[in-house]
């Protein structure tokens, strides 16, 4: 039911035209190249964008660094400086170590990202240990507590002065020279406890969890399809996508596991600039240097050019998914508005087709009416004219001579005269309005044709053209032209499909027409045989056939005779 619902919808319309190809060719060829302008528009403005928010994200990551550090910085410099402290490393009394022990439990239950809070004498030894427990603090007992001075980041931070913060290298967290076990990713962060003559008597030492950084950084990127990665001085990882293969300066299995291996590129990139992005299969890198120091109230370490050992390399990537997404994002919209201005632009293809189609025929439609018109003008001021005045003399001639053979010759040239007359009805046809061609029988046609035919007649085969009323015309053109022009003793017409064409040959066995005459004999004005009849049958046929969007030719028939070749379309809109 839809299906012929559609049908007799698109009925309604004219058949496209050889026209309609070109313009639409035009139309879409247009219609891409605006879609892939606005497309290319949308991508790069997209890319140039991810690219300016990438550089203002690793400026908030920066940021936020800075502030975790100064914060921490202030807690540990606020404890080396609390009275309780100095107290007890003057006094080495029982009573302010309790009130140290009860300021430090005091900052572990307020900051949950400490996972230790201690204090050691000048020797290294821990005088006192809160281990923070995420907020439920626990007193170390005098027993467990360690010597820490052959860690590296008391011999670093044994020089600093008062109101200095060491800041040691991101690494992870050792208990008996072991690594401990889930990995904790730490920061230390040391101050001097001084006395009123600025004499170090001891240290301050907050264990930073870098882990919780590390959360937030990938809670943040993650939902901008990009993350962060950090590397030390050396290429290894301190926070990358695999976690578990991350410190490899500490853990021998993940030895290898370095940016140096994985991406030398990139490596040789950071260690050549400050600052810098580029792309690495399909993912756009911004990497930038940090030294986490400078964020201290003084750094201890000078800074120096490339990577220094306090430095980090931070590498944020935005994956090629996310700028595929937005790609296919944009191609759908893209594709949702295109689509119907592509079936608009092919409504506008068709209707201007078919206004330059109508253009076209009523020019061509002008052109053959004045042909015609300047045809019938000769015809009526010189042919018709010519005939009549030699009848009225041959009359004449009989009058005086009482000739039969004037007669006779008089009675031909009426007949030929009649014969104009008939052909100039012809081209009334020719330029007839409102003719739509339609589908027409052959042999109907041929047969009505040839009904005075006085020679034997035969038509073989059987087929439908596409033809107006003056198809019939065009068969008795050639019927009568055979007998009358050529003589011939009998006709057959051979009609055979040959795909959206069907050929009709008209065959006559008569005296034939020489090869040198072929050319003109189509043209207006060229005589035929011994008659001295005007051309003008021919020269109907041959437009008529053109009309019809056909085409006819001559060929020799064997062993004597004429075949005049016609090919006309059998099918509707095969114009």
């Known amino acids: ?59 908030r990551l920066v940021n936020f660094l800075d502030s975790e550090i100064q914060k921490v910085s202030i807690d540990v410099l606020t404890i080396a400086e609390q009275n309780a402290t100095v107290s007890y490393f003057l006094t080495k009394d029982d009573l302010d170590l309790s009130i140290l022990e009860g300021n430090l439990e005091s900052i572990c239950k307020n900051n949950l990202r400490y996972d230790q809070v201690r204090v050691f004498d000048l020797a290294g030894m821990e005088k006192a240990r809160i281990n923070c427990f995420g907020g439920n603090p626990e007193v170390v007992s ?17 020089d ?40 170090t008597l001891g240290f301050v030492d907050v264990n930073y969890l870098a882990k919780n950084i590390f959360n937030d950084l990938d809670l943040f990127f993650r939902q901008q399809n990009s993350e962060i990665t950090i590397v030390d001085q050396s ?18 299995e993940n030895s290898e596991h370095k940016i140096s291996n994985d991406n030398p590129q990139l490596w040789q990139a950071l260690n050549s600039t400050t600052a810098d992005n580029l792309t690495d299969n399909g993912d756009y890198m911004l990497y930038q240097f940090y030294d986490p120091t400078l964020a201290t109230r003084v750094g201890l370490r000078p800074q120096l050019p ?62 053959n009416l004045n042909d015609v018109l300047r045809v019938i003008t000769r015809i009526l001021r010189h042919d018709l004219m010519n005939k009549f005045t030699g009848i009225q003399d041959l009359i004449e001639v009989y009058g005086e001579t009482k000739d039969k053979e004037s007669i006779e010759i008089a009675h031909e040239a009426a007949l030929s005269g009649k014969e104009t007359i008939r052909n100039m009805k012809k081209l009334e046809l020719l330029v007839a309005e409102n003719h739509r061609l339609e589908l027409y029988d052959l042999r109907t046609e041929i047969k009505a044709a040839a009904k005075d035919c006085k020679v034997p007649f035969k038509v073989k085969g059987k087929g439908k053209v596409l033809a107006d009323p003056a198809l019939r015309s065009i068969f008795d053109n050639l019927i009568s032209n055979a007998i009358r022009h050529g003589k011939t003793k009998k006709i057959e017409v051979d009609i055979n499909k040959k795909g959206d064409l069907t050929e009709i040959e008209v ?23 011994e008659t001295g009849n005007t051309g003008i049958g021919l020269y109907i046929v041959k437009k008529t056939i053109e009309r019809y969007g ?17 090919q006309l379309h059998n099918k509707l809109g095969g114009l």
Do not use: C
């Open 550 to 566: 056909g085409k006819i030719w001559i060929e020799d028939n064997k062993p004597k005779g004429t075949k005049f070749v016609m």
């Open 507 to 529: 065959i006559d066995f008569g005296k034939g027409i020489p090869v040198e005459n072929r050319e003109d004999i189509f043209l207006e004005g060229v005589t035929k045989g």
């Open 142 to 158: 005098a027993e467990s507590l360690q010597n820490k001075s052959q860690r590296y980041y008391f011999k670093e931070s044994k």
């Open 306 to 367: 490339g990577f220094s050992s306090s430095k980090w390399g931070l590498i944020y990537s935005l994956k090629e998914e996310g700028f595929v997404k937005n790609n296919q994002r944009v191609l759908v919209v893209i594709l949702i508005i295109g689509l119907p201005i592509l079936v608009l632009l092919v409504f506008l293809a068709w209707y201007l087709s078919n206004l330059i189609l109508k253009r076209v025929e009523a020019e061509k439609k002008t052109e």
């Open 235 to 252: 290429g290894y990882y301190l926070k990358s996508e695999n976690e578990f293969s991350d410190f490899g300066f500490m853990i021998p």
């Open 160 to 199: 600093i002065k008062a109101g200095q913060v060491y800041l040691s290298r991101l690494d992870l967290n050792v208990e008996n020279n072991i690594v401990e076990f889930p990995l904790k990713p730490t920061l230390r962060f040391i101050a001097p406890i001084v006395d009123k003559e600025d004499t």
């Open 1 to 59: 039911m839809l299906k012929k619902t559609l049908g007799q919808f698109l009925n309604k319309f004219p058949p496209t035209n050889k026209y309609f190809g070109r313009i639409l060719i035009v139309f879409v060829l247009a219609h891409i190249a605006l879609l892939s302008f606005i497309y290319l528009s949308e991508t790069t403005a997209f890319n140039s964008q991810v690219k300016d928010r990438a550089v203002t994200n690793v400026a």
